[in-house]
T-cell receptor
């Protein structure tokens, strides 16, 4: 199956720090990648759709200036959590799909803890 | 009404049991359907796509009923390793965004 990697897997940082998370599709090209967030015992929440070469599409209620997305190539999308605060502590997961209508494959996720 | 609804469970079953999960979706224009499983503190992993004619993968069988707008997953001969949360996922039309159910929790007991 398609492989998606994500880095780092764990981040612990102080409040006010910006944190960058990378998502890579390893064996396929992805014009679109997706960024999700999941709080403990809650469902996945789509934050934004990352589009290669153009602006990301953010879901309602997600601050685009807080969560900066850059999809600079067909295999890499980055999510930067700017000026992170403790309430941003969560499990951030990216996904990508090899084709237009197929399933999405997820990276292993990044656990962010903001102190 | 939620776009994708699942019974959250938990379902507690003994090893070897057969268990079925149902999921309903609200958008009749939905085109693609999937079941994912998510283990505690891990990312979701694709279990199987769901096709109109129904499909089987080993102990897992998925069915789609477009008229009633529901999807089912049947697990036969449950193993301890099947314990996880099972997520019903739907894509509407040409929109690449997936709509996720809240998941059904399964615990298979020895």
């Amino acid at each position: 199956g398609a492989v998606v990697s994500q880095h780092p897997s764990w981040v612990i940082c102080k409040s006010g720090t910006s944190v960058k998370i990378e998502c890579r599709s390893l064996d396929f090209q992805a014009t679109t990648m997706f960024w999700y967030r999941q709080f403990p015992k809650q469902s996945l929440m789509l934050m934004a759709t990352s589009n290669e070469g153009s602006k990301a599409t953010y879901e309602q209620g997600v601050e685009k200036d807080k969560f900066l997305i850059n999809h600079a190539s067909l295999t890499l999308s980055t999510l930067t959590v700017t000026s992170a605060h403790p309430e941003d502590s969560s499990f951030y997961i990216c996904s990508a799909a090899p084709g237009l209508a197929g399933a999405q494959y997820f990276g292993p996720g990044t656990r962010l803890l903001v102190l | 009404r939620k776009e994708v609804e699942q019974d959250p469970g938990p379902f507690n079953v003994p090893e070897g049991a057969t268990v079925a999960f149902n999921c309903t979706y609200s958008n009749s224009a939905s085109q693609s359907f999937f079941w994912y499983r998510q283990d505690c503190r891990k990312e979701p992993k694709l279990l199987m796509s769901v096709y109109s004619s129904g499909n089987e993968d080993g102990r897992f069988t998925a069915q789609l009923n477009r008229a009633s707008q529901y999807i089912s997953l049947l697990i036969r001969d449950s193993k301890l390793s099947d314990s996880a949360t099972y997520l019903c996922v739907v894509r509407a039309g040409n929109n690449r965004k997936l709509i996720w159910g809240l998941g059904t929790s399964l615990a298979v007991n020895p």
